[in-house]
């Protein structure tokens, strides 16, 4: 019989884990799995469970909860030598890596998506020795944002906020960035340095339009050092989709970005406060297997 292990945080969406809980459990026992379900208490056990549902061979291990609890799931997947398929059943506000991958925010219609789902391979980013799945941010209206709590961030997603902070920021904060990627290399003043790995960043499914899953890049946009007014366009173009096309912006696609900066600079890393630069970002091609609504090809 195959083996499922479902990941739940009882304390996502609410407490909602728990209203789902049979749900899953009753259509993964449906599908003829063995499942062993395992419920989070502290910080980094999805990780500790993922670890052994790939040490012991799992068919496949479905994360139930935010996406801290997915970030901690794949976080336990990168890397091993077996890797059970990953299931998703979104309770966080945001979910962008759901949303990238066209499983339902409705909790009961993911779950009924994983009768049907077929496996895909997906990118993860990794910022030095951790793991992201959405987006990485630098620059003082980024690191403005830590003192924003976390039912604000949970309301208004890592993008929305750091928007926000456009909104508040009374002087410029430009920093000398000395960015390489894959042998090019940019130098200049900036506002705000952005890394996107899917099309989906707080909510937004603008920001970086042509981004897929699997495509085996990070998104880049160099918001340059501008006047305070200049931004107005610049965040509007952002909301529009077309943030590549401003003049005001530098917009490149790379597997691998190295950035310095004379500044001490703290990475916002999926909304959360991350490490000093410098940093080396890279892309881990195609390296999760994902169960996916079947409308999402695969490619």
């Given at each position: 019989?195959?083996?499922?292990?479902?990941?739940?945080?009882?304390?996502?969406?609410?407490?909602?884990?728990?209203?789902?809980?049979?749900?899953?459990?009753?259509?993964?026992?449906?599908?003829?799995?063995?499942?062993?379900?395992?419920?989070?208490?502290?910080?980094?056990?999805?990780?500790?469970?993922?670890?052994?549902?790939?040490?012991?061979?799992?068919?496949?291990?479905?994360?139930?909860?935010?996406?801290?609890?997915?970030?901690?799931?794949?976080?336990?997947?990168?890397?091993?030598?077996?890797?059970?398929?990953?299931?998703?059943?979104?309770?966080?506000?945001?979910?962008?890596?759901?949303?990238?991958?066209?499983?339902?925010?409705?909790?009961?219609?993911?779950?009924?998506?994983?009768?049907?789902?077929?496996?895909?391979?997906?990118?993860?980013?990794?910022?030095?020795?951790?793991?992201?799945?959405?987006?990485?941010?630098?620059?003082?209206?980024?690191?403005?944002?830590?003192?924003?709590?976390?039912?604000?961030?949970?309301?208004?997603?890592?993008?929305?906020y750091m928007i926000e902070g456009f909104k508040?920021?009374?002087?410029?904060?430009?920093?000398?960035?000395?960015?390489?990627?894959?042998?090019?290399?940019?130098?200049?003043?900036?506002?705000?340095?952005?890394?996107?790995?899917?099309?989906?960043?707080?909510?937004?499914?603008?920001l970086a339009p042509d981004a897929e899953v699997?495509?085996?890049?990070?998104?880049?946009?160099?918001?340059?050092?501008?006047?305070?007014?200049?931004?107005?366009?610049?965040?509007?173009?952002?909301?529009?989709?077309?943030?590549?096309?401003?003049?005001?912006?530098?917009?490149?696609?790379?597997?691998?970005?190295?950035?310095?900066?004379?500044?001490?600079?703290?990475?916002?890393?999926?909304?959360?406060?991350?490490?000093?630069?410098?940093?080396?970002?890279?892309?881990?091609?195609?390296?999760?297997?994902?169960?996916?609504?079947?409308e999402t090809e695969n490619e």
């Amino acid at each position: 019989m195959k083996k499922a292990m479902l990941i739940l945080n009882p304390s996502s969406g609410k407490e909602e884990a728990l209203d789902h809980k049979e749900s899953v459990l009753t259509v993964l026992k449906e599908m003829d799995y063995e499942v062993t379900l395992k419920e989070t208490e502290k910080e980094d056990d999805a990780t500790r469970f993922a670890e052994q549902a790939c040490q012991e061979q799992y068919d496949t291990v479905v994360s139930m909860g935010g996406d801290g609890t997915l970030n901690e799931t794949i976080t336990g997947l990168v890397g091993q030598d077996y890797q059970p398929s990953l299931g998703i059943v979104p309770l966080g506000t945001v979910n962008d890596f759901a949303r990238a991958l066209n499983i339902s925010m409705d909790p009961e219609e993911a779950i009924q998506q994983l009768k049907t789902a077929e496996t895909k391979r997906v990118d993860i980013g990794r910022i030095n020795d951790k793991y992201f799945m959405n987006i990485i941010a630098l620059g003082g209206i980024a690191e403005a944002t830590f003192g924003v709590s976390v039912e604000q961030k949970t309301k208004l997603g890592p993008l929305a906020y750091m928007i926000e902070g456009f909104k508040t920021i009374k002087e410029k904060e430009p920093f000398a960035a000395d960015i390489t990627y894959d042998g090019v290399k940019w130098e200049g003043n900036a506002l705000l340095f952005l890394m996107a790995l899917t099309n989906s960043v707080g909510g937004f499914e603008k920001l970086a339009p042509d981004a897929e899953v699997n495509d085996g890049h990070l998104h880049c946009f160099v918001i340059k050092d501008v006047p305070l007014f200049k931004l107005i366009s610049i965040m509007t173009a952002l909301l529009k989709g077309e943030l590549e096309e401003d003049e005001n912006v530098e917009y490149f696609k790379a597997k691998e970005v190295h950035v310095n900066s004379d500044t001490d600079l703290i990475s916002n890393v999926d909304g959360d406060e991350g490490a000093h630069v410098p940093l080396t970002v890279e892309v881990l091609s195609r390296h999760i297997p994902i169960l996916c609504p079947v409308e999402t090809e695969n490619e």
